[in-house]
C-alpha cells in the first residue's frame, strides 16, 4: 500500500506542476490566476504527503538500527537482561 500511496502522491504532484508551469508560460497574470484555494489545497496536500512518506521512511530505517535490534532476542522478543 506504500507503493501505492507514492504513485498516487506522484501523479497528482506532475499533474499539478504541469498546470503551474502552463499557466506560468501563459504570464505572470495567469500564473497569479492559478492559485486559486483548490490549487493552493492541492499543493499542501502534496507537500504533506511528501513529508508523510520522508517520516515514514525515517521510521522504517529506524526500526532496524542495530541499537534497537540489539535489544531483541532471536525470537524478536525483548531480552530479559536489558
Do not use: H, P
Request: proline share 0%.
Amino acid at each position: 500500500f506504500d507503493v501505492f500511496f507514492i504513485c498516487l502522491v506522484g501523479k497528482m504532484f506532475f499533474s499539478e506542476a504541469k498546470d503551474a508551469l502552463l499557466s506560468l508560460k501563459l504570464g505572470c497574470d495567469e500564473f497569479r490566476d492559478y492559485w486559486q484555494i483548490w490549487n493552493i489545497v492541492d499543493w499542501c496536500s502534496i507537500l504533506l504527503s511528501f513529508c508523510c512518506v520522508i517520516l515514514w521512511c525515517s521510521v522504517l530505517i529506524g526500526t532496524t538500527d542495530a541499537t534497537l535490534t540489539g535489544l531483541l532476542d532471536d525470537n524478536g522478543e525483548l531480552k530479559k537482561d536489558v
